[in-house]
């Protein structure tokens, strides 16, 4: 039986997952991932979406901008979850240079009307509290001044929890995962909708 128009229109939509170790499953087994759980999820509750994980181990905000036109060429995403930065603080890079690289990789993204939910991000306490407030400002200041969708903290109610992290202390294991789609579940949920009506699919 052939599928409908309106089923193939809904499975051609993609949601991209652009990050870096935190998303690629860095220590455990791609499908233990979350972005693997995701997948599921949305095939289970009936939304059709296919999920692209683009994400790089060790990847920074400046690869990730010299790589995303190539990626948005290939790929077309209808929405793009961004979780980029962690690498630039561990490095102590300036935070003016995440920002930068950010925005511009949202402005492309909003420029070819792709639908944006940006992960926030954390140091770890022993960066300093200035920096530390700082760069986690820096999230809801661009999702502010670009409208978008955004999650405060993707390691929310992981992050620091024993039995939740790998031995680095930066990674979640396998248990942790779960607890990362409940996270961005929410804020994604309106995005979905969205996207699943646009264009009549």
Do not use: C
């Not at 630039?88 to 990789?105: A, F, H, K, S, V």
Request: charged share 15%; no cysteine.
């Amino acid at each position: 039986m052939l599928a409908s128009p309106a089923t193939l229109a809904a499975q051609s939509k993609v949601i991209l997952v652009y990050g870096d170790s935190l998303s690629a499953g860095y220590g455990i087994r791609v499908e233990q991932g979350w972005v693997s759980l995701l997948a599921q999820r949305t095939q289970k509750e009936g939304y059709g979406f296919r999920v692209v994980n683009a994400s790089v181990s060790g990847e920074t905000t400046a690869g990730g901008l010299s790589r995303l036109p190539h990626t948005l060429a290939v790929q077309r995403p209808n929405i793009v979850l961004l979780e980029l930065g962690a690498n630039d603080g561990l490095r102590g890079l300036p935070l003016d240079l995440t920002r930068g690289n950010l925005d511009q990789m949202i402005t492309l993204l909003q420029n070819q009307h792709v639908a944006v939910l940006l992960l926030g991000l954390r140091m770890p306490p022993n960066y300093g509290e200035r920096y530390t407030t700082a760069f986690a400002d820096m999230y809801q200041q661009l999702a502010a001044a670009h409208k978008i969708a955004w999650l405060p903290f993707l390691l929310e109610r992981v992050a620091l929890t024993p039995g939740l992290m790998q031995a680095d202390g930066l990674h979640p294991n396998e248990q942790g995962q779960p607890l990362l789609l409940d996270n961005v579940w929410p804020k994604l949920l309106p995005l979905l909708r969205a996207a699943g009506t646009a264009g009549g699919a």
